[in-house]
């Protein structure tokens, strides 16, 4: 089982609709959840982060998490043309060195999630 | 502002060869990272700095892979002896001193034929 999986997509809405993507994650020590968008040829681009149960807003876009079902969405109401990217869900896990120190700067990436949104 | 820059923007180079990647982050970011990307693989991490030392190198694929920070600034990630599978986009990124690779750089194109 991957860590972080994403359906590939591709998904297609039409302008003005509701895209929401999905990511499921297998290790329960994840601590936190990233949402990044990718335009082709471009580089990440850093869109939501979430840490606790529930929802989270921002403009237009909701990022959602559910730490039993290890599942974390991401909601865009509304969708533009400019909205058509890859969409990478990420997890934080912490790493403990051999020294015995922790840090959580790894993320874990999914494959990503194709979003097309036709005028 | 200037963003994280990464030099050169492409390399082509033979299979055993030695490269150099530079990476340039944000002015008073403490935090960097490398990642790589290539083809049905994703964005895989390779290493993060905090300052000048790496809490975390467990993304290196092998030692032919090395990492260094100097002055808490530019880092240069060098891949020795490379082999067609190193072939990937080298990605930077940089946060002020948070674990989140919030900015990253354009990337440098490797392709080792």
Same mark, same amino acid.
């Given at each position: 089982?991957?860590?972080?999986?994403?359906?590939? @997509?591709? +998904?297609?809405?039409?302008?003005? *609709?509701? *895209?929401?993507?999905?990511?499921?994650?297998?290790?329960?020590?994840?601590?936190?959840?990233?949402?990044?968008?990718? =335009?082709?040829?471009?580089?990440?681009?850093?869109?939501? &982060?979430? =840490?606790?149960?529930?929802?989270?807003?921002?403009?237009?876009?909701?990022?959602?998490?559910?730490?039993?079902?290890?599942?974390?969405? +991401?909601?865009?109401?509304?969708?533009?043309?400019?909205?058509?990217?890859?969409?990478?869900?990420?997890?934080?896990?912490? =790493?403990?060195?051999?020294?015995?120190?922790?840090? =959580? @700067?790894?993320?874990? &990436? @999914?494959?990503?999630?194709?979003?097309?949104?036709?005028? | 502002?200037?963003?994280?820059?990464?030099?050169?923007?492409?390399?082509?180079?033979?299979?055993?060869?030695?490269?150099?990647?530079?990476? $340039?982050?944000?002015?008073?970011?403490?935090?960097?990272?490398?990642?790589?990307?290539?083809?049905?693989?994703?964005?895989?991490?390779?290493?993060?700095?905090?300052?000048?030392?790496?809490? $975390?190198?467990?993304?290196?694929?092998?030692?032919?892979?090395?990492?260094?920070?100097?002055?808490?600034?530019?880092?240069?990630?060098?891949?020795?002896?490379?082999?067609?599978?190193?072939?990937?986009?080298?990605?930077?990124?940089?946060?002020? $001193?948070?674990?989140?690779?919030?900015?990253?750089?354009?990337?440098?194109?490797?392709?080792?034929?």
């Amino acid at each position: 089982q991957k860590e972080v999986e994403q359906n590939s @997509g591709p +998904l297609s809405v039409p302008e003005g *609709a509701i *895209a929401s993507l999905n990511c499921t994650y297998s290790d329960r020590g994840s601590q936190s959840f990233f949402w990044y968008r990718q =335009y082709s040829g471009k580089s990440p681009e850093l869109i939501m &982060f979430i =840490y606790s149960n529930g929802d989270k807003e921002d403009g237009r876009f909701t990022a959602q998490l559910n730490k039993a079902s290890q599942y974390v969405s +991401l909601l865009i109401r509304d969708s533009q043309p400019s909205d058509s990217a890859t969409y990478l869900c990420a997890v934080n896990l912490p =790493y403990r060195s051999n020294a015995g120190g922790t840090s =959580y @700067g790894k993320l874990t &990436f @999914g494959q990503g999630t194709i979003l097309t949104v036709h005028p | 502002g200037a963003g994280v820059s990464q030099s050169p923007s492409n390399k082509v180079t033979e299979k055993g060869k030695d490269v150099e990647l530079r990476c $340039d982050p944000i002015s008073g970011h403490t935090a960097l990272y490398w990642y790589r990307q290539s083809l049905g693989q994703g964005l895989e991490f390779l290493i993060y700095f905090q300052g000048n030392s790496a809490p $975390d190198k467990s993304g290196l694929p092998s030692d032919r892979f090395s990492a260094e920070r100097t002055g808490g600034s530019v880092s240069t990630l060098t891949i020795q002896r490379t082999q067609q599978e190193d072939s990937a986009v080298y990605l930077c990124a940089s946060d002020r $001193d948070s674990e989140i690779p919030q900015y990253f750089g354009p990337g440098t194109r490797l392709l080792v034929l």
